[in-house]
């Protein structure tokens, strides 16, 4: 295809509440929203004008990663973009199997080049009337819906926020987790729920393998997994704390490609991989972490960043994988935004629709998406 223009627009979304992690507190959400304009090729292989979109999850600061929103979108106007358009003038097919080769001597930025792909992705599946599911290859038409509860002042909080999305019919309960806020919670969500109901932590690599012990105690309460309880850096780590533990091991922050989930699965850290398109640098390596980890025999389940109805609608897509056999942080639009900058995501039985219409299938409504605009840039070849 061919990249004429991409605007970089930078909107703020309020949250329904405050959303607690081990690392910070979110009162709103700055995403960074990608429109690009070009040609690509049609059903019938002529050449017709697109428009694709995409969102980066980096956050506002550099806490859950190294990246953070102001910094993608420089590395994509200084770095990315200027790289992808000299490539077209030289001659190369920019498409989205090229762009993560292309990019590749810019070392880093995962989050950033996966929403510069995910852009290009959207544009070639619209201009020819596919949708990213369907590309994908996916094998259901709805994911069941996971939610990620935050942590909060206290323990009653706790139990009527996991109330109120029990009742919304969410098919799991992934508590946040950090010292100090772990066994308490989880055991009184225990004792509240029943065992029946789905539940799992993340920690958001908030504890060290000193608190070996503590972690071992939540093996009581029959977790789905635990996540990420150790730092990026500590893949070992991990696979040592896994011998100690009956929980399986599950890892989000650590695995940043494919070739670091293969060897976090031959250490033995990882029983199941938290997939995230942008912490891995985009919608295609995530499904070769898919390939892999169902290769390996390991489950997946798709991850969540706050996004906006895009990210959610490529997510919902990428979750349609025969491999993701654990319910995702897929959840409706209304359990972080009161307005959504698409058509929101809403719950139905416990699941969320995958968009079957092209490419991602969703776009922003001109209007929301205009009233929470702070700035944007529009980046064409020079
Ligand atoms: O459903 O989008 C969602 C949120 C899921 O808890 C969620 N994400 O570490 O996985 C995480 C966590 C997160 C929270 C990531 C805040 C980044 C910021």
Known sequence: MRIESVELRHVELPLVSPFTTSFSTQTRRHALVLRLDGTAADASGALASVTGWAECVALADPFYSPEYIDGCADVIKRYLLPTLYAAQDAGTDVTAETVGYLLRHIVGQPMAKSAVEMAVLDAQLRARGESLAHYFGAVRTS????????????????????????????????????????????????ERFGDELLLQVDANAAYTLVDAPLLRRLDAFNLLLIEQPLGEDDVFQHAQLAKLMTTPMCLDESITSAKSAADAISLGAVDVINIKPGRVGGYLEARRIHDLAKAHGKAVWCGGMLETGLGRAANAALAGLDGFTLPGDISASDRFYAQDITEPFVLRDGRIDIPQGPGIGVEPIPDVLASFTTGSEVLTPS
Do not use: C, F, H
């Open 143 to 190: 994911v069941p819906s996971g939610v990620s509860v935050g942590i909060m002042d206290t323990v009653p909080e706790l139990l009527d926020a996991v109330a109120g999305y029990v009742e919304q019919g969410y098919v799991r309960i992934k508590l946040k987790i950090k010292p100090g806020w772990d066994l308490a919670p989880v055991r009184a969500v225990r």
